[in-house]
């Protein structure tokens, strides 16, 4: 699909440049005079095809050589290139004019039996004009592919680190789920319906490049929740929303990293000094901050990719629109995320969801009657990330 695209182009293109060529030459044949019949009569004369296919000969051959032999950084080189392929066209143009086309059919476009040198400079400066033309054709055309490859690296980069996500998210969840199950089964239940639904979530609904703020703060809440499930007694987390998040867009599964780590990392049990998240929302840009005290009895010998992932993915979507700070002070962690954010990319991300296919629908899971087990056996299971 792409090369005959690709041709087209050039089929274009060039249509156009040698039909306003065309135009000059009537002007300059006709002593300034410019009508449809002498336009047309342009293409009846073979010096016309002749003086045109020059044109095209010498573009490109210098398409050729600037593609096979250039050295960018080498300017003497380049500059080389330039003047020998200008002088190249130039006595091709003297060859042809001079000594075939006209003995051949009597047309002169310069007068007849004009030195080689003569004719040479003073048609140098069309020569290299072509000449310049497929060197700004090359330098645009790499630019092209280079951006094209480019985005598909960031593209192909994404998937990845979204694709960590997932598996990271389960090794969390499952050994929370196990060290639930042990010790108050009862509550197992609830716990995998919570899981059941942020797994919707993660596996149809966060398929886009941007899902609405609404939907990734219930996901968060819905994490919050399964976290809370799985400790006993009070737990102190606050989790504020302040602002409308109608309407707005965010890459998804980016602020899970924050809150998890806080979890891993932090006390739910202690009233003092809670797990703080706060998400602002304000017309120009969202700002989500994490607070949580550091406790080392949470620390653990398995390296994490959430942070490490999340800031690959900022640098990615929001490239210069984005600030993330993180600092620890004794023994309190602080996180802060800065985004910048534009209204029409907002309005281009809201037209994305409303064509993408529905979300495929999964059957409700209810809980199964739970049979409180005998007294377990101690059993050693690793820690939660």
């Excluded at 969840?173 to 942020?198: H, Q, V």
Aim: aromatic share 10%.
């Amino acid at each position: 699909m792409a090369r005959p695209r690709a041709l087209l182009n050039h089929l274009l293109f060039w249509g156009l440049f040698l039909g306003v060529a065309a135009v000059f030459d009537t002007v300059a044949r006709n002593h300034g005079q410019l009508s449809g019949r002498l336009y047309l009569r342009q293409f009846a004369d073979l010096y016309t095809w002749v003086r045109q296919g020059r044109v095209v000969l010498s573009f490109y051959l210098s398409l050729w050589v600037f593609t096979r032999v250039f050295f960018s950084r080498v300017l003497v080189v380049v500059g080389l290139e330039v003047v020998l392929l200008g002088l190249f066209d130039s006595l091709l143009g003297y060859a042809l004019e001079q000594k075939i086309i006209g003995p051949l059919t009597g047309q002169w476009f310069s007068p007849p039996g004009v030195p080689a040198l003569l004719f040479t400079l003073q048609d140098l400066t069309t020569s290299w004009l072509y000449v310049m033309l497929a060197f700004v054709f090359k330098h645009v055309q790499d630019h092209v592919k280079s951006e094209a490859l480019r985005h598909e690296k960031n593209a192909i980069e994404l998937a990845y680190l979204k694709s960590q996500l997932n598996p990271h998210f389960l090794f969390n969840s499952m050994n929370n789920l196990y060290g639930l199950a042990l010790t108050e089964p009862a509550r197992t239940p609830d716990a995998i319906l919570k899981l059941a639904e942020m797994m919707r979530y993660m596996l149809y609904e966060s398929n886009e490049t941007h899902v609405a703020l609404a939907r990734e703060v219930a996901y968060l809440h819905s994490y919050v929740a399964l976290e809370k499930l799985r400790h006993d007694g009070e737990t102190h987390v606050e989790f504020r929303v302040e602002g409308d998040v109608a309407g707005r867009q965010l890459a998804p599964l980016l602020l899970i990293a924050f809150v998890e780590n806080a979890f891993k990392h932090g006390c739910v049990d202690n009233a003092a000094r809670p797990i703080r998240l706060r998400l602002v929302v304000e017309p120009d840009r969202l700002i989500f901050t994490a607070e949580n005290q550091v406790v080392s009895k949470n620390k653990d010998q398995v390296g994490g990719v959430g942070l490490a992932s999340v800031r690959r993915r900022l640098a990615l979507l929001y490239p210069g629109r984005h600030a993330l700070r993180i600092r620890q002070e004794a023994d309190q962690f602080y996180c802060e995320l800065t985004l910048q954010t534009a209204e029409a990319e907002d309005a281009a991300a809201l037209t994305t969801l409303a064509t993408a296919p529905a979300t495929p629908a999964i059957p409700e899971l209810r809980p199964a009657p739970v049979v409180a087990p005998a007294a377990p056996t101690p059993l050693a299971f690793p820690q939660p990330l």
